[in-house]
């Protein structure tokens, strides 16, 4: 299975942009790059994913570097309520059976001081 | 809209002790999943589901059972309770399993075995 490497945790200020980096030195050409958040006491919550292409949503942004062995999700300003553990995940492009199940980390847990 | 709604929230049980995790979703989703979260870790794979009838093993699968009698639910059985599976339960459930299809989670049960 593919492996994602994260720090372990970062601080941020609220109202401040957020980068919050992702390795994945081992990637293949069908992996997708999936990222998902975790806010307290609830269950993951989908935040965006990408191929090869930058993204971008109403949730966040995703840069993904050229060779795909790294990529960095950016909340561009960011709130209390964006305190959470941020799990960048690859995934499989194939159909059915297992492919494409989630592998979870232990991903990177982000504070937002007012 | 309910999404993934699992029931209880909160359980305990004693050792040897059986109980079912309900869940169901509302969103007319093929698949279905159920993970463990144990703390300060992701999240691992215990069964999915890709339709009625039809389940597999996930990473994590000893000592739990799963049945999928309807596109709706997808209950989480565990027979004869142990310590160790003490955790934090999640159901999820996707459309499809296609790489750009997120998973939708629920709120999760959380259980202790004493």
């Known amino acids: 299975d593919a492996k994602t490497t994260q720090p372990n945790s970062m601080e941020s200020n609220e109202e401040e942009p957020v980068h919050l980096p992702c390795n994945h030195s081992?990637?293949?050409?069908?992996?997708?790059i999936h990222w998902y958040r975790q806010l307290p006491s609830q269950g993951p919550e989908y935040v965006i994913h990408?191929?090869?292409s930058n993204v971008n949503n109403r949730m966040a942004s995703l840069a993904i570097a050229e060779d795909r062995k790294s990529s960095t999700l950016i909340l561009h300003r960011a709130t209390l309520r964006d305190a959470a553990v941020y799990y960048c995940?690859?995934?499989?492009?194939?159909?059915?059976?297992?492919?494409?199940?989630?592998?979870f980390g232990k991903g990177t847990k982000l504070s937002v001081k007012p | 809209n309910a999404g993934v709604t699992q029931t209880p929230k909160f359980r305990i049980l004693k050792i040897g002790q059986s109980m079912t995790l309900q869940c169901t979703q509302d969103m007319n989703h093929n698949y279905m999943y159920w993970y463990r979260q144990d703390p300060g870790m992701g999240l691992k794979l215990i069964y999915y589901s890709v339709g009625a009838g039809i389940t597999d093993k996930g990473e994590v699968p000893n000592g739990y059972n799963v049945s999928r009698s309807t596109t709706e639910d997808f209950p989480l059985r565990l027979e004869l309770a142990a310590p160790s599976q003490t955790s934090v339960y999640f159901c999820a459930s996707s459309f499809i399993q296609l790489s750009n299809q997120p998973q939708h989670f629920g709120d999760g049960t959380r259980l202790s075995i004493l």
């Open positions: 995940i690859l995934r499989d492009e194939g159909y059915g059976g297992s492919q494409g199940n989630l592998i």
């Open positions: 081992t990637i293949s050409g069908t992996d997708y």
């Open positions: 990408g191929l090869t």
